[in-house]
Structures are given as C-alpha cells and as structure tokens.
C-alpha cells in the first residue's frame, strides 16, 4: 500500500470553501497512491470551537462535494479526515458530531466514524459536540483500515476493540497542539507496538484559533519503527507499506496471544 497523508495548515485567513478547493487539488495530486488521508477538522480548524456551529454540515454536505470528485479522480481511497457533522431532529434536537468520511476510488462515501473521545475537560469539543459510539473499521486498499480521531490516541482500549474487529492499519487524522507533541509521537508508536499494526497519523500544521499545531504527520510500523515524519510545515508524507509485515510481526512474536483481560465477560460472583 502507498500512503500520502497531507498535513494541511489551516490559515485563519483563508475562507473555508477556498481551502476545500485547494484540499481537492492537493488529493487530485496523489495519483499513484492507494490511500490518502486528511487531517481533523481541516476545514474549520479543531481548534476553532465558535466556528462549529456555523460551519457543521451534513455528511454529504460541501465537503463531501468537493472530496469525492478528487478521490475518484486520483484513483484512491480518501480519508476525508472529520467534519463538523450537524444531525437535526432527535429527543435533544440538533447534535453536532466530529466526524471522519472515507471515500472509494469510486467517489463513494463508503464510511463514516464519529469521533468517541472527545477533548475539552468539559470546554470546547467536549460540551459542544455528541460522542460517537461505534468501532469502526472499513476494508480499503487492501486493508482493514481501523478508525479513530486525535484524543482518541489515549485510549487503548478502543486500539483493542479495532485490532479485534480486524483492523491491520489504524488511521488517526488529528488537530494535535505543538504543546504536547512529545505525546503524540509517543502515543502514535505505542498504539502500533501494542497492537502489532500500522499507525498512520496525520496532522495539522500552522495555528487553529491561537493554538499552534504539532504537524509532524507520522507512520510507524508493527515494530514501532517509525518509518516517515513530517516536519512542522505543510506537507505530503508518503510511504509504502508492506501489509504482510503485521502479520509476520504477530507470528513471530505472538503477544496478542497471551492476552488474558477483555476477551470473555466477567464471570459473576456465586
């Protein structure tokens, strides 16, 4: 599998239909590739929190538009990295969602991934926007792409839950502050090393409302080997896997084997 993650710097500035526009050209660029992905929130910025409600948007909305034109054009399956997904109706009407689009060469919206962890510490994200539920995978490339989105990088145990849905390549589009880059160099290599699995993580590079990016998009290896880095400005990483490697890494050292916690329900008490 070649993989292109472009690492998109969000200018302030730049209005949003225009940096769709360029996005598009950007992933009609990676012919040759067979998987492109995109970072979190590209369009408003993950930091931008008093623009969510203002540009949320259904998941076939402008976004969508102007995505899958540019996956089918370049032949590849797209990570559309997430949206602002506005859901009207409900028991509690309205409900905003962060949520990631994966778009076939076909330009087909083949899966949707609504974020489950979402950051704030009961601010931003996490009070204006629902959490996602669901474990997420999708076969694409000649993959199982396993889904998750930025702060989701902290838990594991959602790791686990994609591994055993039968995920071999987990892909973590992030709006990743500079402030905690250590974090998500470190936290990209142990989701790999523990499952045994690719890890392509791509990020943001430039400033989401006053908050500086971390960039330094990253694809590590079953090993932890990180096999490519971004730097701290936009850019497209490119890299090719060899998908056989996850499998080799789990025979020769079977780690996922000896797992002894979450496999079978509690037993109760007599």
């Known amino acids: 599998m070649r993989a292109s993650l472009i690492q998109i710097a969000a200018d302030p500035d730049e209005p949003v239909d225009s940096r769709r526009a360029r996005v598009a050209s950007l992933v009609r660029e990676q012919r040759g590739a067979d998987l492109v992905v995109l970072p979190e929130l590209w369009p408003t910025g993950a930091f931008a929190y008093e623009s969510f409600a203002d540009e949320a948007e259904p998941v076939d909305g402008p976004t969508l538009a102007a995505l899958a034109p540019a996956a089918r054009d370049a032949g590849v399956f797209l990570h559309g990295g997430s949206v602002v997904e506005r859901v009207p109706g409900g028991p509690e009407g309205e409900a905003l969602y962060n949520t990631s689009l994966v778009i076939s060469p076909e330009g087909r919206l083949v899966r949707t991934y609504r974020k489950i962890h979402r950051f704030g510490f009961d601010k931003g994200e996490a009070t204006l926007m629902a959490a996602g539920s669901e474990v997420t995978t999708v076969a694409a490339a000649g993959a199982v792409l396993g889904l998750a ?102 025979e020769r050292f079977p780690a996922l084997k000896d797992r002894r916690l979450g496999l079978t329900p509690p037993q109760q008490g007599a």
């Open 149 to 250: 989105t930025c702060y989701d990088l902290r838990f594991p145990e959602l790791f686990r839950g994609l591994v055993d849905a039968g995920a071999d390549v987990l892909v973590v589009p992030a709006g990743w502050p500079e402030r905690r880059r250590a974090h998500w160099t470190l936290l990209a290599r142990a989701r790999a090393v523990e499952n045994q699995s690719y890890v392509l993580a791509c990020g943001t590079a430039g400033t989401h409302a006053g908050v500086p990016q971390a960039g330094h998009s990253i694809a590590v290896d079953p090993w932890g080997e990180v096999l490519a880095e971004a730097g701290a400005d936009e850019e497209v990483l490119t890299v090719d896997l060899d998908l056989t490697e996850v499998a080799r890494t789990r």
